[in-house]
């Protein structure tokens, strides 16, 4: 999976919030986009994913050396953000069974392994997820997402809502399940990418 953005930029009314983005993001490589709250990470995730279209310049994407339509994207990315919502009236297990009907989990991970040895909330399989705590959501947002067998990971702030605990559990979860990806965080918390190779500052899109 490759991924190159060409003179992007992203405006909301009269406002340029990016200018400028030349970026070539490859596959096996960890990118940290880092910046002050309100600079853009987040509308430069939303780009890369193609759910933004640049008001300027162009986003391209290729995967096995063909070009993917911007339209076929979503099916080769997994995202988590705090500001993304879960279907809150099912239960932990009929989420994991949900997500699997759509994307297919890494290394042949089913549901069952997910509840015990990744989340460690076996207890909880049958709780809606609406009882859930604020941390207790965050943890399924990224276990959905970097538990997806996509070459594309994209995460939003990971750590909002982890305690300590969560934060190790999220760097330990990460850690395993990385390769083979091109892996996006965008977080001003530097233990949320301490795991990136590469940092991007947001600051050179201003």
């Known amino acids: 999976m490759k991924i190159e953005l060409t003179g992007a930029a992203k405006r909301y009314r009269r406002e340029w919030v990016l200018r400028e983005v030349n970026l070539l993001l490859a596959v096996n490589t960890s990118y940290a986009v880092v910046g002050p ?45 705090p500001y993304m919502d879960l279907i809150e009236e099912f239960t932990l297990e009929e989420a994991l069974e949900f997500q699997r009907g759509f994307k297919p989990y890494v ?41 997806a067998d996509t070459p594309i990971l994209l995460l939003d702030e990971p750590t909002t809502n982890l305690d300590r605990q969560g934060a190790a559990w999220y760097n330990s979860l990460l850690s395993t399940y990385h390769a083979d990806r091109v892996v996006v965080i965008a977080s001003n918390v530097e233990e949320d990418v301490a795991f990136c190779t590469q940092r991007i500052e947001i600051q050179r899109f201003k």
Do not use: W
Request: aromatic share 8%.
């Open 107 to 147: 290394a042949n991970l089913d549901p069952k392994e997910i509840l015990s040895h990744v989340l460690d909330m076996n207890k909880q399989r049958n709780k809606p997820i609406r009882h859930f705590s604020s941390g207790m959501k965050q943890r399924l947002k990224l276990a959905l997402a970097v538990c």
């Open 37 to 81: 709250n309100g600079a853009g990470k987040s509308t430069l995730l939303r780009m890369i994913s193609g759910y933004l279209t640049p008001s300027k310049g162009k986003i391209s994407f290729d995967y096995q050396n063909q070009p993917l339509p911007v339209s076929e994207v979503y099916r080769y990315l997994s995202y988590a953000a």
